[in-house]
């Protein structure tokens, strides 16, 4: 019988495609949090200048050790390059900066060194940004699904991305989306798994959701062949999240999405397999939105939602907490 799940929230193809509302607030909110973690550099650099006012010339930068990691970053060395620098290294860093740039610009010389150092920090986190949508777009869902879990009165236990520990329920869950890796509750009686971001061994790609029919403990990440990810049958549904907001990229983002879906529904099948597969995405345009509808109605695709709009975050969380 062929999977209508996503009947609930999808009428038609024009249900998928990202309102001009949507895209503004998700520039919007993407500015915000690109101005919340730009706050620890500019605070970095108001105690930098705070630090360098007791030089009046620029060589005597070098006489002032607490500041001589911050003033390395302004001479454009990254933290990654510091390991690899012997302090004489380091040293003659700071002398071209000072020789080529910081006496150049004359008394103005220490906002010269606060502009290069922030020059370094923001390509730093430029870097971090690349991915910023995506990280969002993560804890969106994941907030999304942990309260539909709540609502539904399960209960859970959750993965720390760093400590790779199991975290029971706690009524206190507030900000676990921001150091989640994986969710594990109990459907028909049975464990469910889900993982974030890991590479099936079977496809050899990473996938951004898998859920599994097992126990937490089963999830042994690495290369053990006792983890259940190396097992190809307790894969249930595995699912690609493409959260970028910008429509100009909405095109390209499905475009990479339905291939990886395609690959994983290729993989298993050649073991005579068939885990649901799903698509959430955030900019999502009327070309690409009658294609994953079509999908859907083919039977290619068992889900897919706007991660833009609530409802049907909600149905596709659901659905998954019900396989």
């Not at 930098?48 to 001479?75: G, Y």
């Not at 000072?98 to 150092?117: C, Q, T, V």
């Not at 150091?179 to 049975?190: A, Q, S, V």
């Amino acid at each position: 019988m062929k999977n209508l799940s996503y009947k609930n929230h999808l009428s038609s193809a024009e249900s998928l495609v990202t309102p001009y509302e949507q895209t503004r607030a998700g520039f919007v909110a993407l500015a915000l949090e690109k101005n919340r973690k730009a706050t620890p550099y500019v605070e970095e650099a108001k105690a930098l200048k705070s630090l360098t006012r007791k030089a009046e010339k620029p060589l005597q930068l070098l006489n002032i050790p607490e500041i001589r990691s911050s003033v390395l970053t302004a001479a454009g060395v990254s933290d990654k390059a510091l390991n690899h620098l012997t302090e004489e290294d380091k040293t003659e860093a700071i002398r071209n900066l000072i020789k080529n740039f910081l006496e150049p610009a004359g008394k103005d010389f220490i906002d010269e060194l606060i502009y290069r150092f922030l020059l370094t920090r923001g390509d730093t986190m430029g870097g971090s940004m690349r991915n910023l949508a995506g990280l969002l777009g993560e804890r969106k869902f994941s907030r999304t699904l942990i309260s539909t879990l709540r609502v539904q009165g399960k209960r859970y236990s959750w993965l720390h991305s760093k400590s790779k520990k199991w975290i029971e329920y706690s009524e206190d869950d507030a900000d676990i989306e921001l150091h989640l890796k994986g969710l594990n509750w109990i459907t028909h009686g049975e464990h469910r798994t889900l993982i974030y971001n890991l590479i099936v061994p079977l496809v050899r790609k990473n996938v951004d959701f898998c859920l599994f029919k097992s126990e937490p403990e089963e999830m042994i990440f690495g290369n053990n062949r006792n983890s259940c990810h190396f097992k190809h049958d307790s894969y249930i549904a595995l699912g690609e999240l493409k959260a970028g907001i910008d429509p100009a990229g909405a095109d390209e983002h499905w475009k990479t999405a339905n291939t990886a879906l395609y690959r994983i529904r290729n993989a298993f099948s050649l073991k005579k397999l068939t885990p649901k597969t799903f698509f959430v995405g955030a900019a999502i345009e009327k070309a690409m939105a009658e294609e994953i509808y079509e999908q859907l109605l083919t039977g290619i695709l068992d889900n897919a939602a706007n991660l833009t709009d609530e409802d049907q975050l909600v149905s596709v969380s659901k659905w998954l907490i019900n396989l």
